[in-house]
């Protein structure tokens, strides 16, 4: 079974001075999607993985795991052979979407993944 995140609460932050508690709430509700994409991300991957081929991309372990590469020439895992990649760096959306629209881009992302493809790297 895939590990579940939930989203973790951030009373201190309210009532700071100079960020207002309505700007806050919005990116809380960001963070509280992205869990919830995480998530739903891990229990697709999950289902290609019980379909008792997949090999997991982890070679000591054979378990799908997530990883955060900051920069696209460094972090990467040795030996860990990607399933599905989401490029979050403005570079990636852009050319499509405004600065500021990066839930639309990562909503657009979701909705686009190709999960024939990720079984097919699973199966490999």
């Known amino acids: 079974m895939s590990k579940r995140y939930e989203p973790k609460n ?7 001075s100079g960020i207002s508690d309505s700007l806050l709430q919005d990116h809380f509700k960001l963070y509280e999607g992205y869990v919830k994409n995480v998530n739903e991300l891990g229990a697709e991957l999950e289902k290609i993985a019980k379909s008792g081929k997949a090999k997991g ?3 000591e372990t054979k378990r ?3 990883h955060w590469v900051e920069l696209h020439n460094d ?5 860990f052979r990607p399933i599905v990649v989401m490029d979050c760096w403005e570079h ?4 499509d ?3 500021t629209e990066r839930p639309k881009y990562i ?15 699973l199966i490999k």
């Open 75 to 79: 972090g990467h895992p040795p030996g």
């Open 10 to 16: 951030f009373p201190r932050l309210k009532g700071l």
């Open 57 to 59: 991309t982890n070679p």
């Open 64 to 66: 799908i795991s997530n």
């Open 97 to 99: 979407y405004k600065a």
């Open 107 to 121: 909503e657009a992302w979701f909705r686009n993944v190709d999960w024939r493809a990720c079984e097919a790297r």
């Open 92 to 95: 990636a959306f852009v050319p």
